[in-house]
């Protein structure tokens, strides 16, 4: 494995450290990316992903540690940022082996980085991780684990969009607004059960039969469209993408019609200066990764010894940090996205100045 044979030049990223792990018994190549610790240990998940190359595992781990480290800076966790990369196909490989040895190397960072699931580890991977190191979260509920993380994830989502909508129409109430929600799935369903119940009215898609069925039968009043394009195209105050990312590009921003887009989707920017046409055509855009902090609020909690009802209450903080961020778009000039990460950053210097002042 070459080590930092990528034109990413970490140094030039910023990163505290980089870890590259290789197990070759079982297989095992993963690196772990720590970007900041100034809030406390980095934690993020980790992605199991067939990489086309060492470079792109490198760069896709340089960059989620980095997005990591700014969002739990606005979920105000006491955590840093990190996230971790296996590279390799899970089907053929993911082994006891392969994740045993995987928690060796979170283990002997001491606690630097907490580990947790993502695209392609699941709650059960972690329970197998667990067994070599304490610093892994996101596990089952018999292990103490918090359980399904897409019910805090929409219920920060809908505080989020709260806070957007009395941003632009001056109450934070989604009654009498059409919502199109593109996504049906686990956290999509949550929050549209939460904007029904709000007085919303809400239109939907998904590519899903299995989806569109659930949808008809628990929430009959909820309209259908073929799909997102037509969710896009039609006539809603909000957006709220919920499925894949890239949701914001260049085709569908200019046929938007709606004001506001906030939804649990990672990355709906499909390129830098997506966010300048979306201020460009008048529409406020909510930061994803803002809005969608209650899964990682949810982990963090476990690592205390997971409480629901406080877990919640922090992801119900995520309505004051968007109207935080929405203000300080507004009076600095700049579109939202770039005032989140000020404000991170802020934070991430402010908090983490503290650990200057020496204690024994
Ligand atoms: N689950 C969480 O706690 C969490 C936390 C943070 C962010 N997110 C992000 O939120 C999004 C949704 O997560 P989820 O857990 O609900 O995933 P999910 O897989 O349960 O749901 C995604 C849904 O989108 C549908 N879909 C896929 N392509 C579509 C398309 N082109 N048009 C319409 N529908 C489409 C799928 O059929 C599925 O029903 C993802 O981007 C995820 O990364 C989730």
Redesign the pocket.
């Known amino acids: 494995m070459g080590v930092f044979a990528s034109t990413d030049d970490p140094v030039s990223t910023g990163h505290e450290q980089i870890v590259f792990c290789q197990d070759k018994q079982s297989g095992l190549k993963a690196i772990i990316g720590i970007y900041s610790t100034a809030l406390g240990p980095a934690l993020g998940g980790t992605r199991f992903y067939p990489y086309a190359s060492e470079d792109a595992a490198l760069a896709d781990v340089l960059d989620l540690s980095r997005g990591m480290a700014y969002k739990n800076a606005l979920a105000g966790l006491d955590l840093g940022g990190g996230k971790a990369v296996i590279w390799g196909d899970p089907e053929q490989i993911k082994s006891e082996a392969l994740l045993r040895a995987y928690g060796r190397f979170v283990e002997s960072l001491a606690g630097r980085y907490y580990t947790a699931c993502d695209?392609g580890t699941y709650v059960a991977d972690m329970d197998i991780v667990a067994r070599e190191t304490r610093y892994v979260t996101g596990r089952s509920v018999e292990h103490g684990g918090a359980g399904?993380?897409?019910i805090?994830?929409?219920w920060g989502v809908f505080q989020g969009m709260r806070a957007a909508v009395e941003h632009v129409w001056g109450t934070p109430s989604l009654r009498g607004r059409r919502v199109g929600v593109?996504?049906?799935?686990?956290?999509?369903?949550y929050l549209t059960a939460h904007l029904l119940e709000d007085g919303a009215e809400v239109v939907a898609?998904?590519?899903?039969p299995?989806?569109l069925e659930w949808v008809r039968t628990n929430h009959p009043q909820v309209t259908l469209v073929d799909?997102?394009a037509a969710l896009v195209a039609a006539d809603i105050d909000v957006y709220a993408?919920?499925?894949?990312?890239g949701a914001l590009n260049d085709e569908t921003v200019p046929a938007l019609r709606a004001k506001v887009v906030t939804?649990?989707?990672?990355?709906q920017l499909a390129h830098p200066g997506i966010e300048k046409l979306l201020a460009d055509r008048g529409i406020l855009y909510a930061p994803?990764y803002v809005v969608?902090?209650?899964?990682?609020i949810?982990v963090a909690d476990e690592i205390e010894g997971f409480n629901f009802d406080r877990a919640k209450l922090r992801a119900t903080r995520i309505y004051d940090t968007t109207r935080e961020i929405l203000h300080l778009a507004d009076s600095e000039g700049v579109p939202p996205a770039v005032a989140a990460d000020r404000l991170a950053e802020r934070r991430m210097a402010e908090v983490g100045r503290l650990r200057t002042i020496h204690l024994r």
């Open positions: 695209v399904d993380s897409s805090l994830t929409a593109a996504g049906l799935g686990k956290v999509g369903k898609t998904d590519v899903n299995k989806a799909d997102a993408p919920c499925a894949l990312g939804g649990a989707a990672n990355n994803d969608n902090a209650g899964g990682v949810q």
